[in-house]
């Protein structure tokens, strides 16, 4: 009977120790984070996100530029190949009309260099154009749709999908000059350039003149602002086609921060501001004349 009672007054005593160990477990608080450190923690996130983020998209429109000119350099690489095989002479368009009379003639010259060569077709693409205006239909190789670029027979796309081509060869050198006004403005001879260096060849615009010989075709502010302001949403394939509030600076219409990419004669690139495309004498006449 002893035994009896001292084994239930242990095992009472075990019980008690056991809820007393329990109510311990259960009284003694956790830790973890408070309503108002979990707010601190939330502010410096967001506070960090908004300082993180414009130096993120400022590196990503610097990649995007970055790429952009290697397109040009590339354009730029693909036209010297094809001038050393064609004893300096760049290819010329059917006709002298300025405007091109046309998509597919006008990319004549274009298409005819990138045929000689074929680099890929994302060339023709600069990343921060998003206009769909400069979406071509890629075209027949015969020209049968004059809306076309014609480079079917160079990429192996369906003639009617649609390729972007956000760049330009100077209009300049595609024209074969018939007569002595003509002889004035055009020469598809790369020699004939006094100053390569202050010639544009390629810009990441569409179709474009550069500026050249005090003549009105040069001079008109619209030809200009095809550089300056490259993401226009215009076609920019004739000086008709561009508005004339385009004849100015638009930073609306800028596509890179630094300017648009422009690639000269002695196949040097840089970037030009809208002002200093508007602002600057660069060349396309060909006959001898007084640098400035």
Not at 63 to 72: E, V
Not at 234 to 245: D, G, K, Q, R, V
């Amino acid at each position: 009977m002893d035994m009896a009672k001292r084994n239930h007054a242990a095992n009472r005593a075990t019980v008690a120790m056991t809820i007393r160990s329990c109510r311990g477990c259960l009284c003694t608080p956790r830790k973890g984070f408070t309503l108002i450190e979990l707010l601190v923690a939330i502010a410096i996130i967001a506070l960090l996100i908004g300082i993180l983020l414009p130096s993120l998209a400022a590196a990503r429109e610097a990649a995007r530029s970055i790429k952009c000119f290697s397109n040009t350099r590339s354009m730029a690489l693909t036209t010297q190949l094809y001038l050393d095989a064609n004893r300096g002479n760049f290819p010329v368009r059917n006709n002298s009309a300025t405007g091109g009379g046309g998509n597919y003639n006008a990319f004549l010259p274009s298409r005819t260099i990138l045929a000689a060569d074929q680099r890929p077709v994302d060339i023709l693409a600069c990343p921060q154009d998003k206009e769909d205006v400069r979406l071509y239909v890629v075209g027949d190789a015969a020209g049968k749709d004059p809306t076309g670029l014609g480079v079917v027979g160079i990429y192996n796309l369906d003639p009617l999908s649609k390729v972007r081509y956000s760049y330009g060869l100077n209009n300049m050198t595609g024209i074969k000059p018939v007569t002595d006004a003509e002889r004035k403005l055009f020469n598809p001879s790369f020699y004939a350039y006094p100053f390569p260096g202050k010639t544009l060849m390629y810009a990441d615009s569409t179709f474009f003149n550069a500026r050249g010989h005090n003549l009105t075709i040069n001079d008109e502010p619209r030809l200009k602002g095809r550089i300056a302001n490259a993401s226009a949403p215009s076609l920019l394939n004739t000086l008709a086609a561009i508005p004339a509030e385009y004849g100015r600076p638009v930073i609306g219409a800028r596509r890179h921060r630094a300017g648009s990419n422009v690639m000269h004669m002695d196949f040097h690139g840089e970037a030009f501001s809208q002002e200093r495309a508007f602002s600057a004498f660069y060349y396309s006449w060909t006959e001898p004349v007084a640098a400035p």
